[in-house]
């Protein structure tokens, strides 16, 4: 099993910039979801799913937008780049309980 | 709204011996989940345990144990037995049961370093 997939693994853009950060999971799991990870912050929550079609906010969502089209995609796309979004993201699926999170291996965007 | 709180922003151990991170969390709801994750220099999120907050019972994985003290919301990690493969920074998180599962919330992390 391949688990959570995220493309690319790191990336520059300009500002104003529009891109999409790729995520695949091969787990038939119903939720997924994207963090970004800033120092001093862990990770905070932009956007999840809680199965295909369904989505909804979460603690940071301006300037992401999200789809659900299929149980095993979960793109999340950056409109406009701002410097504020230099990060760190990491898309997690799950099938709930205490079975966990599997993570992706994180995309390092770098905004200037 | 669920908060996580971890306190203590970086600690450091010998090998072979044992250290707790600590970790304290707020939360209105009677049922949910709680978590570590280590993520070391790689990047990669890797889970090390879970509990269930109508569990009594500690959990325990190996080397790695927890304390969970539900009244005082708090969930430390025990790690026994440092390994230098243990040097990471430490995450812990929770979820609830009837609002989402889509949804973890994580404290800030705690830098952990092994000396050997």
């Known amino acids: 099993n391949a688990g959570v997939t995220q493309t690319p693994k790191f990336q520059v853009l300009k500002t104003g910039q529009s891109m999409t950060l790729q995520c695949a999971q091969d787990?038939?799991?119903?939720?997924m979801s994207w963090y970004r990870q800033d120092p001093g912050m862990g990770l905070r929550l932009i956007h999840y799913?809680?199965?295909?079609?369904?989505?909804d906010q979460g603690e940071v969502p301006n300037g992401y937008n999200v789809s659900r089209s299929t149980t095993e995609d979960f793109p999340l796309r950056l409109l406009s780049a701002a410097p504020s979004q230099t990060s760190v993201y990491f898309c997690?699926?799950?099938?709930?309980?205490?079975?966990?999170?599997?993570f992706g291996s994180g995309t390092r965007l770098t905004v200037v | 709204a669920q908060t996580v709180t971890q306190s203590q922003p970086e600690m450091s151990v010998q090998e072979a011996e044992t250290v707790t991170l600590s970790c304290t969390y707020d939360?209105?709801?009677?049922?949910?989940?709680l978590f570590w994750y280590k993520q070391p220099p790689s990047r990669q999120m890797i889970l090390v345990i879970r509990?269930?907050?109508?569990?009594?019972q500690n959990a325990t994985e190996n080397r790695f144990s927890v304390n969970f003290q539900k009244a005082a919301k708090s969930f430390s990690l025990k790690i026994s037995d440092s390994q230098l493969g243990d040097t990471a920074m430490y995450f812990c998180?929770?979820?609830?049961?009837?609002?989402?599962?889509?949804?973890?919330?994580f404290g800030q992390g705690t830098i952990l370093t092994v000396h050997p």
């Open positions: 997690a699926s799950s099938n709930g309980g205490d079975y966990g999170y599997t």
């Open positions: 787990m038939n799991h119903e939720y």
């Open positions: 799913s809680v199965g295909a079609g369904i989505t």
């Open positions: 939360t209105s709801e009677n049922n949910y989940y």
């Open positions: 509990q269930e907050a109508y569990k009594q």
């Open positions: 998180a929770s979820t609830t049961v009837r609002t989402s599962y889509g949804k973890l919330t």
